[in-house]
């Protein structure tokens, strides 16, 4: 979707997109997979753990960053990631109100 096209849609409803798109690659889920189970971390510690080079884990990390998913602070000469409870709590109200919409269905 092109960008001029965004504000046709609410901003609760292009912020869930932003987030689905940064969801939207395996290597992004294993990177929120592998921060909720370390709390935090560098990328190093990422790159150690999935296929993928430094230069191609740094990029999904600016896009879960980006999209809120992440934070990143700085510890020296490297940045902590960790995940934004915010992004989560977002996407647990969103799936919620869906579950609970499609369970008051009666289609076919």
Do not use: W
Not at 13 to 19: E, V
Not at 74 to 79: E, L, T
């Amino acid at each position: 979707m092109g960008a001029s096209k965004t504000e046709h849609f609410t901003a609760h409803q292009n912020q869930i997109a932003t987030i689905a798109k940064a969801l939207g690659h395996p290597a992004r889920v294993a990177i929120i997979e592998y921060l909720l189970s370390v709390d935090t971390c560098i990328c190093g510690d990422i790159v150690n753990e999935l296929p993928l080079a430094q230069p191609t884990v740094s990029q999904h990390l600016k896009e879960l960053k980006n999209a809120g998913l992440i934070k990143g602070s700085i510890d020296g000469n490297a940045i902590c990631y960790c995940i934004d409870e915010h992004a989560f709590e977002i996407l647990k109200n969103y799936f919620s109100m869906i579950v609970t919409s499609a369970a008051k269905q009666k289609c076919g």
